[in-house]
């Protein structure tokens, strides 16, 4: 196995008595993986098949690699403990039984609502804690939003079409989101601080965040709430800033 630059691959492997070579690329991280390598890699198939398909070349070849060559090729699979955060979904869109198209919120969280951000983490958080497969339907649901945006009644609406979809693909989703909850949490340090287990579940801290953010100004909570998250990040860190001043 002879390895360039960007992960550019050239592998020789024999066929019936002859020498054969193919040239093809390998993810270096997150971000350069397709959405059928990402399902892939979350799916946990055969090492042959994975291969195959982190490879883009038919299982027949890796078939026939030697276990010198599948052990090389093994290594290039440390970028998933190297590189744990990326900025944008793989997953870009979601196909809905008798909804339509569902769509991914924007590359750094660009856009997405606030009370959706809400909504999000605390799901994900719970699942983390306890993996139930109600919640993590429900991540998945106020993740994923019609061309029109985030609706909290359509959100609803739409768990139990997404129950029907295939596990992996949730569960890759899941994990998606929390590699780009990674590269947020690492971009707002003073508002994602280490966590500390005297430190309130996330669920009612956000909503704290929410209320103070809001204050007294009742009548406006619904535009708070479609506040851009990056937008109420950067409003936290300053204010964080200016306490300790």
């Not at 883009?56 to 052990?71: A, E, G, M, T």
């Not at 093994?74 to 039984?97: C, E, G, H, W, Y």
């Not at 983490?121 to 804690?129: I, L, P």
Request: glycine share 2%.
């Amino acid at each position: 196995v002879n390895q360039n630059i960007m992960n550019n691959i050239k592998i020789t492997y024999r066929r019936w008595l002859r020498e054969k070579s193919i040239e093809t690329t390998f993810p270096s991280c997150w971000s350069e993986m397709t959405p059928r390598q990402f399902l892939a890699l979350t799916s946990r198939p055969d090492d042959h098949e994975l291969l195959a398909i982190m490879l883009n070349i038919p299982k027949r070849i890796v078939k026939r690699f030697s276990l010198l060559q599948i052990h090389e090729l093994a290594n290039l699979f440390d970028f998933i403990k190297r590189d744990q955060k990326v900025s944008s979904f793989s997953l870009s869109t979601l196909r809905i039984p008798k909804s339509g198209i569902l769509h991914s919120p924007n590359p750094k969280l660009q856009e997405m609502p606030f009370m959706q951000f809400v909504y999000v983490d605390t799901f994900y958080m719970s699942y983390a804690t306890n993996p139930r497969f109600e919640t993590l339907c429900k991540l998945v649901s106020y993740l994923y939003s019609p061309k029109t945006g985030f609706n909290k009644q359509t959100a609803d609406n739409n768990i139990d079409k997404i129950k029907k979809l295939d596990r992996n693909t949730l569960e890759a989703i899941s994990l998606n989101y929390g590699l780009v909850r990674k590269w947020i949490t690492e971009r707002y340090p003073l508002v994602f601080p280490k966590q500390s287990s005297k430190r309130k579940s996330h669920d009612s801290s956000w909503l704290d965040v929410f209320d103070n953010i809001v204050g007294d100004d009742l009548k406006d909570r619904d535009k708070y709430a479609e506040v851009p998250v990056n937008t109420v990040f950067r409003f936290i860190t300053k204010k964080i800033k200016e306490g300790r001043k």
